[in-house]
Nanobody
């Protein structure tokens, strides 16, 4: 079992920055790719970013590319999402998730069903 706990959300003005953290416990996530998803009010959950287990491959949704950076610290069992130049449309609950499989050929899956453990989410609100 893996428990994932997100933190770092909050209220920020457009153009501002936030750094989300996802701390894992119960089991090491160092051999697994990880992802960040988000769900805005009234919308489906969508992929935001993902990172390979070793951290040298990252993937982003077009909507966040160039503004968000995903990273990880396997020694701390933690994944991060640095969000810069935030826009009101980034307002959502942000979830981290563990990729279901151990693989050396992770290609940045955007499918939520490919992830088996999820955190409870952290709210990000961007005011205009």
């Amino acid at each position: 079992q893996v428990q994932l706990v997100e933190s770092g959300g909050g209220l920020v003005q457009a153009g501002g920055s936030l750094r989300l953290s996802c701390a894992a416990s119960g089991r090491s996530i160092s051999m697994y790719a990880m992802g960040w998803f988000r769900q805005a009010p009234g919308k489906d959950r969508e992929f935001a970013a993902a990172i390979s287990w070793h951290g040298d491959s990252t993937y982003y949704a077009d909507s966040v590319k160039g503004r968000f950076t995903i990273s990880r610290d396997n020694a701390k069992n933690t994944v991060y999402l640095q969000m810069n130049m935030l826009k009101p449309e980034d307002t959502a609950i942000y979830y981290c998730a563990k990729y279901r499989y151990v693989t050396s050929s992770f290609q940045g899956s955007e499918a939520s069903q490919s992830y088996d453990y999820w955190g409870q989410g952290t709210q990000v609100t961007v005011s205009s």
